[in-house]
């Protein structure tokens, strides 16, 4: 697609709940970036993927927290048993590669997840 | 990650320059400088990078300092569109590290 296409634009769900969250990137974009950001906040990174090659999970939070992304293309982010500390936008974005430090990324408008 | 520092508020008047500041002294030779806004509501938008020379483009220009430890985003004529969260970050191979950026205001 012409950008980055994110997966719901909102999603409210209960204390406890299991939700995804999914990203399409830029074809032909080779690495896929999740951030979050809670209100009032700036962007916190969690995860980044490149290629074929295994992902850096080092920002993800807990082990509550985990992505895919299948094919090289589309990317899905797990929140199980949510806590009302998930509460925030989560942020996807793309780039041709993250080999080069002159990549320059596109983002979606993000998912913003409430839970209550 | 190789951190930057940005004042976290600035005001400017509609249709006059702004200069947003950014201070990452402790770059390596290989990061990039890139600058990115953050519209209310949106996710965050590129607006310029550069390695060691100033460089211009249709939305903003990019002063680099010689020894590279400090940079400036300069918007030539502010509008209210440009109200805005800007982030400055060092890019390497690998993850784009954002920090709290500088809220701009823009007063008519």
């Known amino acids: 697609g012409a950008g980055v296409s994110q997966s719901p634009s909102n999603k409210v769900t209960e204390k406890g709940k299991d939700v995804e969250l999914r990203c399409d990137p830029i074809?032909?974009?080779?690495?896929l970036y999740w951030y979050r950001q809670s209100l009032g906040q700036g962007l916190e990174f969690l995860i980044y993927f490149q290629g074929n090659s295994a992902p850096d999970k080092s920002g993800l939070p807990s082990d509550r927290f985990s992505a895919e992304r299948t094919g090289g293309s589309v990317s899905t982010l797990t929140i199980q048993r949510t806590q009302q500390e998930d509460s925030a936008v989560y942020l996807c974005?793309?780039?041709?590669?993250?080999?080069?430090?002159?990549?320059?990324?596109?983002f979606g408008a993000g998912s913003r997840l409430t839970v209550l | 990650d190789a951190k930057t520092t940005q004042p976290n508020s600035m005001e400017s008047n509609e249709e006059e320059p702004v200069h947003l500041p950014c201070n990452h002294s402790t770059i390596s030779g290989t990061d990039y400088i890139h600058w990115y806004r953050q519209l209310p509501s949106q996710g965050p938008e590129y607006v310029i990078h550069?390695?060691?020379s100033n460089v211009n483009n249709r939305m903003a220009s990019l002063a680099i300092a010689e020894d590279r430890k400090s940079s400036t985003l300069i918007l030539h004529r502010a509008t209210l569109r440009d109200a805005a969260v800007y982030y400055c970050?060092?890019?390497?191979?690998?993850?784009?590290?954002f920090g709290d950026g500088t809220t701009l205001t823009v007063k008519p």
């Open positions: 550069g390695l060691t």
């Open positions: 074809s032909g974009h080779t690495a």
């Open positions: 970050i060092l890019t390497r191979p690998g993850k784009s590290t």
């Open positions: 974005a793309s780039s041709l590669e993250a080999g080069a430090g002159a990549n320059v990324l596109t």
